[in-house]
């Protein structure tokens, strides 16, 4: 059995002890041999090494050469070098350049593999360290985003209806006992919002709550987000990072949008969920996590069951219990809550005074009467539009925002309301839409959550008013 499949790469001109290194470590380890400074190097750069072992005198230039090429192209890798004569100069440039140990020949076996045994076990302990250190780093750029919102009211969820207090008493039970969840419903029913609540519901509510878009990153994006990568795993690499899976540790891992995983990643993130171990790309070592997935889709339970969008294995594993949001529509009895709430939340926000006459019997009725396709997060948009521009919107233009379905959001003041008919309405959508994208340099997934819709959303949007082929 080799030990944590360490690699060690041997360098030596004599074929003979080249041989008896060979047959003496690879027994334990995986073995890589070499005679001479340009092979060494070719080596280097085509294999991912922990540990070189390297008589000094070599044919074309020396073992102090390699470790210095080691050191110029910043590679973790640990270093022994073998010496037959004993030269206080050369013994020192080593160590002055980082060499973990000198070894004279004629040396015991045992010797060998005590040095390579704390040399390796020094290398895991950097490892280690250093993959705590970017955990942690990863981490707390999610807790200071926790931190910085008000989670009494960011992450408050308003209503009074017997279906969302049944949705609250099941949610409880799940965030009690760490349970991998679905959550389904419709766009902009608060799916993410539920998920948080779970999180700080239960006793993982002090850890980390890591939310990742499936559906706004590419394979490789994700591939790489998700599981973290080392230190030259591929081009541009040019240091370790963790992945979200380790930085949400001892928390919540918020899946959205869970049908856009591709098809190619899926397995790996089931043994993920199975084993609750993650490796990193290019790593060969599996690190143990503590992970409560939750995940959300805006499909039906049918459509995510069809393997065209999730693995079977995948789809029981992460719905180990299911909670359907309901439309707005199905919630009359909470728009009053909602308005009131909303109402009061984007008065503070815009320094206005709030009194009743912001949310008229008219307003009311109308909100009670309207379908809300695109349910609380078109609902909060509009109460945001009506309490930004106030008399300057009348209720058909109201009504017309509604019925579109479109989430209205981030106007500045110099934009005015005016009686305008579908086409105009068009109109002013990609005005909103070029506009916020040019706030954002370009960045689509930023664009999206500013306009409140999804990733996908955006990119049809886009497509539709012909800014994107």
Known sequence: MREKEFTILIVEDNEDALENLHLSLQGKYNTLLACNYKKAVEKLEAEKIDLLVSDIMLPDKTGLDIVKYINE???????????????????????????????????????????????????????????????????????????????????????????????????????????????????????????RYIHRAGPRKNGPFVAINCAALSPTLFESELFGYIKGAFTNANESRAGLVEAAHGGTLFLDEITEIPQSLQAKLLRVIESQKVRRIGSKEWVDVDVVFLSSSNRTLDDIKNSKYLRQDLFHRLASTVITLPPLREREEDIPLLAEYYAEKFCRQFEIKKDSSIISKDLMKLFMENSWPGNIRQFANIIKTICLFGDEINSREITELINSGYPLNGHDKNFRFSSFNMDELDEAKKWMVMKVLKDYNGNKKKTAEHLGLSYQGLLNMLKHFELEK
């Open 73 to 195: 192209k910043n590679l973790d890798i640990s270093t022994i070098l073998v010496s037959g004569y004993t030269n206080e100069e050369r013994v020192t440039e080593a160590l002055r350049i980082g060499v973990n140990d000198v070894l004279k020949k004629p040396y015991a076996e045992e010797e060998l593999h005590h040095t390579i045994n704390l040399a390796l076990r020094e290398k895991s302990l950097r490892e280690e360290n250093e993959r705590l250190r970017e955990k942690l780093e990863l981490e707390n750029k999610f807790l200071k985003k926790q931190i910085s919102v008000e989670p009494n009211d960011k992450y408050k969820i308003i209503g009074n209806s017997e279906g969302l207090k049944a949705i609250l008493r099941r949610a409880d039970k799940i965030a009690a006992f760490s349970v991998h969840t679905l959550i389904t419903g419709e766009t902009g029913t608060g799916k993410e919002l539920l998920a």
